[in-house]
């Protein structure tokens, strides 16, 4: 699988802030999210290092991609994952956009271009979470 990933020296939970306001940045709003480790531990009972799945969406993309061909809304939304990988170390993956393109018919092109937008978001939303803050 394609992904775009970047690694934070940040707490987790400093991380999970981050990418929210990294994505809110970019025009994605998080529609859900998906607490892995509380829902293996009541479901299973097992133990697993904190992580969550954040479904993002940019409506504007979304009706694009839905309009050139329906069937992509079982891709939607972009899923962004944040997962501790130790204290003080996090890692922040998504999916790459441009994947899309190998499960779903693009006959007109406009696939494409929305994939590229997402993408183009993504990377500027992640590159935002390694990049100093100007003062």
């Known amino acids: 699988m394609t992904t775009i990933q970047t690694t ?17 940045d970019q025009g994605f709003g998080v529609l859900t999210e998906i607490d892995i480790q509380a829902t293996l531990k009541t479901k299973l009972d097992v133990d697993v290092a904190p992580q969550v799945i954040l479904g993002a969406c940019r409506p504007q993309l979304a009706h694009r991609a ?3 061909a329906p069937s992509v809304a079982a891709l939607l939304p972009c899923n962004v994952v ?3 990988l130790a204290p003080g170390e996090t890692l922040v993956e998504a999916v790459d956009p441009d994947a ?4 779903v018919a693009d ?6 271009a929305v994939a590229a937008d997402a993408r183009t ?3 500027a939303a992640l590159a935002a979470l390694t990049s100093p803050e100007e003062d």
């Open 100 to 103: 899309m393109l190998s499960v």
């Open 82 to 84: 944040v997962r501790e």
């Open 8 to 24: 934070l020296d940040a707490s987790y939970d400093d991380a999970v802030a981050a990418v929210r306001a990294a994505l809110g």
């Open 107 to 112: 006959d007109s092109g406009e696939l494409a």
């Open 66 to 68: 839905l309009q050139a």
């Open 121 to 123: 978001r993504l990377v």
